[in-house]
């Protein structure tokens, strides 16, 4: 293995930095691998507070060494694309699991909003790219294709090609088809990477230049979002976390009289507020279930409230204790869906009588909303209760309220992760033809659904989904995006090559950033002056317009949340089937 190895280093170690990009070339694995790792490692750095971010720095990097390779050994790279179409779709279906349940709260409480935020981007991007090229004087086909990567719409090439070869559109004399598709190729390659990049930077500080402070905001955002709950939704990241608590676990050894003598179930029907967890005598627990009888110097284990019953029951029992024995019962928090129609009308006080004693409600969820919590609180079938205790007692519980308790987990369901994205998939593609302007959600968009659905119904249902640990949800969407982009950096840099020369460039990198960031710049400043939105919303919404999924992730790494995603599959959607229009039409007005 070890000779194979150095077979294949030997060359480029003899061909030296040629013979390196050659590998690469070779090796597309280790290309998109290089750029992660430089990309990153850039990323991390920052300039007084300013910094690329991981997924801009992969950009730049896979840029620079594709462009490098093309221009200095005439190697050009292009790495399947099915790679990255796929670390895409990973990426938006684990958001979309992440924001599942805002973003039905955010299209009721701002859906208008992200609709005229949408439309602002597109009409001034369609004006900006569109009149700028005419103004310029730049031939056919730069227009659509500043459209297209000032977008990063790539679909939108495939349109105003679909307008050449249909005929809607006649190239002017002396000019051929395949010119017309080489200037939107190469207005496409300079655009799209300038754009990228720009608005990766423009939407991470756009907060920030209006004097905003995004953690903050991105804090205020969750809350409103949240219609004022505390606890997070069944299904989602942090949901079944062991938080704070009032109840905790003390040991005690029993010197009092009046507990000698009586059996743990006479306790626990004297003291339901302190139930007895666990019984040490002489080094060994004793199995409750066998009812046993409390002696001199045993040590038991309560779990109660701290400040209003452990300190009594502390004189009432007999001196504390700290031993390890006693003290070792491992508490869980778990989610359980009531499948029994018997406790429906019951008030929580009522139903705290039925279950095992050291398990406790945390938070009450009906139709994937937080209910108030308190004695008088009724409980009906279909909600789901957050319970904390020791296991065995959870487990008990979940049975007989007939459901099943969804404990934290270091597994994910690949079953529904594949069947889901599978769906979503399939809608995107799903295409309808109108006056030969092919209209589609797109996978990408069809994909993030999916991942919506699953969380909202997950909310509703803990059952519904399997389980999903929020590592790996979050590393599928931190790997995914970045692989995504190191993919495409390869195959849009020697791109890039062919388009440089003459002045022409000047103004298609002018053209493409303008058309690319003073649209979402005054669709931000709308949003949070006229509208009034949050300015992480308003961020999330303009990166939706702009079609910008790495301009997301950028503004949820500056603000430390993931709320800017709420509005972004609103804005995204409309603007997708909008730019599409705009493309075929500055195809055929050319």
């Known amino acids: 293995m070890i000779g194979q190895i150095f077979e294949k280093l030997e060359p480029v170690t003899e061909a030296g930095l040629h013979g390196f990009f050659q590998l690469l070339g070779n ?37 620079v060494l594709s462009m490098f390779a093309e221009a200095s050994f005439g190697i050009t790279y292009a790495v399947p694309s099915i790679l990255s179409s796929f670390m895409l779709l990973l990426f938006m279906y684990a958001l979309g699991l992440k924001v599942g349940p805002q973003f039905f709260s955010g299209l009721r409480q701002g859906g208008l909003a992200f609709v005229g935020i949408g439309l602002i981007v597109w009409v001034l991007n369609w004006v900006i790219c569109y009149f700028g090229a005419a103004l310029a004087g730049l031939a ?100 079944l976390t062991l938080g704070f608590s009032p109840f905790d676990l003390r040991a005690f050894t029993v010197t009092h009289e009046s507990f000698i003598g009586r059996t743990v179930s006479q306790l626990s029907e004297n003291f339901p507020e302190a139930p007895v967890l666990r019984l040490v005598r002489n080094g060994e627990v004793l199995d409750l279930s066998s009812d046993p009888t409390v002696e001199m110097n045993d040590i038991v284990t309560v779990r109660a409230d701290v400040h209003q019953l452990i300190l009594k029951e502390g004189e009432l029992i007999g001196p504390e204790s700290d031993d390890p024995l006693a003290r070792n019962i491992p508490l869980e928090v778990a989610d359980v869906h009531i499948g029994s129609h018997k406790f429906s009308g019951q008030s929580l006080s009522k139903l705290g009588k039925t279950i095992p004693g050291g398990v406790t409600v945390q938070a009450v969820f009906r139709a994937g909303n937080e209910m108030p919590l308190g004695p008088k609180s009724d ?67 069809g994909v993030i659904m999916a991942g919506v659905g699953v969380s909202y119904f997950r909310s509703r249902n803990p059952d519904f989904g399997g389980p999903v640990h929020e590592g790996a949800r979050s590393f599928l969407q931190d790997f995914g995006l970045n692989a995504f982009v190191a993919v495409l950096s390869a195959n849009v840099g020697p791109k890039v090559i062919t388009a440089l020369g003459g002045d022409t460039i000047l103004w298609l990198a002018l053209i493409g950033l303008a058309g690319a960031l003073i649209p979402p710049f005054i669709a931000f400043w709308v949003g949070i002056k006229f509208f009034g939105l949050n300015s992480i919303i308003a961020a999330g919404a303009s ?48």
């Not at 997924?55 to 840029?63: D, F, R």
């Not at 992760?417 to 295409?431: D, P, R």
Request: glycine share 12%; net charge neutral.
């Open 27 to 63: 090796q597309p694995i280790a290309f998109v691998l290089l750029a992660l790792t430089l990309g990153t490692l850039i990323g991390k750095f920052s300039f007084k507070t300013i910094s690329l971010g991981s997924t801009a720095g992969t950009l730049l990097v896979g840029i």
């Open 140 to 239: 056919p086909g730069y227009a659509t294709g500043l459209i297209s990567g000032s977008y990063t719409i790539t679909a939108i090439l495939g349109v105003g090609q679909g307008a050449l070869t249909s005929g809607a559109y006649t190239p002017p004399a002396g000019m051929t088809i395949e010119e017309v598709g080489a200037n939107m190729a190469a207005a496409y390659a300079i655009s799209y990477v300038l754009s990228t990049v720009g608005i990766i930077l423009l939407i991470r500080y756009l907060p920030r230049i209006f004097g905003r402070d995004a953690v903050a905001d991105a804090k205020l955002a969750e809350s409103d979002f949240s219609g004022g709950a505390t606890h997070p939704v069944p299904g989602a990241p942090d949901a």
């Open 543 to 590: 990166t939706g317009a702009r079609n910008s999924t790495p301009g997301l992730n950028a503004i949820m790494e500056e603000s430390g949340s993931s709320v800017a995603a709420v509005p972004y599959p609103v804005s995204y959607a409309l603007t997708t089937v909008l730019a599409l229009i705009g493309g075929y039409l500055s195809m055929i007005l050319s």
């Open 379 to 445: 409980v009906r079938f279909g909600d789901v209760l957050r319970l904390t205790g020791p296991d065995a007692a959870i487990q008990k519980t979940a049975k007989h309220l007939g459901g099943h308790a969804i404990l934290p987990t270091m597994k994910s369901e690949v079953l529904y992760l594949s069947l889901a994205m599978l769906v979503g998939y399939l809608v995107g593609i799903v295409t309808v033809t109108i006056s030969g302007i092919p209209f589609a959600l797109g996978t990408s968009a």
